[in-house]
């Protein structure tokens, strides 16, 4: 697969060739359909985030449709997922069992630490995919991921 890849810090991206990820326990893989850009992915490639894991594909405003399921996956094939930012966290710890996830010592986000979506492939975690309704195309919903998210959570605290 094609893939957008920042290879270090303040470097550009670079179209390289990757085997398409294989999903393991709970994870789906997903052919993208749409990533927008948010500001996150100028600060990694300004090098002006700490922890980044290198070489890393950028994006975590995805949009794509399951193409593969590993085990324990409920989701349907061909099913249409948003992904956003949130790509990994415990599930054991108090955050996580009273849904503040994303205050987990132990997250792990998409396009920063865990490859995202500037390629024609990415894997998620099932448990922060989000079914899109077919009012939206994938070009219009892809921003949602993470601005729509934001005030979608602070309403809901």
């Given amino acids: 697969m094609k893939a957008m890849v920042l290879e270090t810090g303040g470097g550009p991206l670079q179209e390289r060739e990757r085997p398409i990820p294989i999903p393991g326990q709970g994870h789906v893989l997903l052919k ?3 990533c927008a850009v948010c500001r996150t992915d100028l600060h990694l490639l300004d090098n002006e985030l700490p922890d980044i894991s290198y070489p890393i594909v950028p994006g975590h405003e995805i949009i794509g449709r399951v193409a593969g399921r590993g ?4 989701l349907a094939h061909g099913m249409r997922l948003g992904v956003p930012w949130l790509g990994y966290s415990c599930g054991e710890c108090w955050y996580c ?3 503040h996830e994303n205050l987990c010592d132990r997250v792990r986000f998409i396009g920063y630490q865990i490859d995202g979506g500037f390629a024609e492939y990415t894997l998620a975690d099932q448990r922060f995919c ?3 309704a077919p ?3 994938s070009a219009e919903a892809a921003p949602l991921m993470c601005a729509g998210l934001i005030g979608y959570r602070s309403l809901s605290m």
């Fill in 32 to 34: 993208v359909e749409a």
């Fill in 71 to 74: 085990p324990g996956v409920t």
């Fill in 97 to 99: 069992l009273h849904g």
């Fill in 130 to 132: 989000f079914p899109i």
């Fill in 135 to 137: 009012d939206f195309s």
